[in-house]
């Protein structure tokens, strides 16, 4: 079983609020992504990193931004939250590194609503 | 630059009958992983298997088979005697060396399965 947990798991925002998703795993694992998914369709990788002090753009453009403090945190931030960003975000880790290239556990999802 | 192609956005079956879901996949590395996920209406992403490009091996799960061909670039999922709990949408993921290892998806495969 995962250990990988995000919160909020539901957000509804007024447009111009600044938000941070929150994503942390217990498993150690070196690799950390943000996915955008609207419900039941194709997710787009939007951030990722490497290990602590790394984060890399996805091959979605994306207004966030994130951060890798800590190998086991890796927020998300909106700094002025607009209608378009109203969407599903996954976090998931993988581990990383020779012959260890795993699957992905991802966390329940961040529904967020921006009115 | 690597790509996954889900080919069929929809299939609706009876339960009992069996089902394949397509999945091609573009790479130029010949070190690759590929995925399948499931993601049920509750929103959650099941990893069900992974295969790395060295083993060309198919598998057999229960009710689950998958089906690799590096020759067509293929790695095909068969659920077998489906059940209407099988219902959700499926998703084919693909990680190669070059883009460091990071997890693109295909745009899933909505399986509907009617009792």
């Known amino acids: 079983e995962a250990d990988i947990y995000q919160t909020p798991r539901y957000l509804v925002i007024g447009t111009g609020k600044k938000i941070t998703l929150e994503c942390s795993q217990t498993?150690?694992?070196?690799?950390m992504y943000w996915y955008q998914q609207d419900p039941g369709m194709e997710l787009h990788l939007i951030h990722y990193s490497y290990g602590v002090n790394s984060t890399e753009k996805g091959d979605l453009s994306s207004e966030s931004t994130v951060s890798r403090i800590r190998t086991e945190h890796f927020p998300l931030t909106l700094e002025s939250a607009r209608p378009s960003h109203t969407s599903q975000y996954l976090c998931?880790?993988?581990?990383f590194g020779q012959g260890k290239n795993t699957e992905a556990f991802f966390g329940q999802g961040t529904r967020l609503t921006v009115v | 630059a690597q790509k996954v192609t889900q080919a069929q956005t929809e299939i609706s079956v009876v339960e009992k009958e069996d089902v394949t879901l397509d999945c091609v996949y573009e790479t130029r590395d010949t070190t690759y992983y590929l995925f399948w996920y499931k993601q049920p209406p509750s929103g959650e992403l099941v990893f069900l298997i992974r295969?790395?490009?060295?083993?060309?091996q198919n598998e057999i799960s229960g009710r689950y088979s998958w089906n690799f061909q590096k020759s067509t670039s293929s790695f095909n999922f068969t659920i077998t005697a489906s059940q209407v709990v099988d219902s959700a949408v499926y998703f084919c993921?693909?990680?190669?060396?070059?883009?460091?290892?990071?997890?693109?998806f295909g745009a899933g495969t909505r399986l509907f399965v009617k009792a």
């Open positions: 498993m150690g694992h070196d690799k």
């Open positions: 295969r790395n490009s060295f083993d060309e």
């Open positions: 998931a880790s993988s581990e």
């Open positions: 993921a693909l990680s190669e060396a070059t883009g460091g290892f990071k997890t693109i």
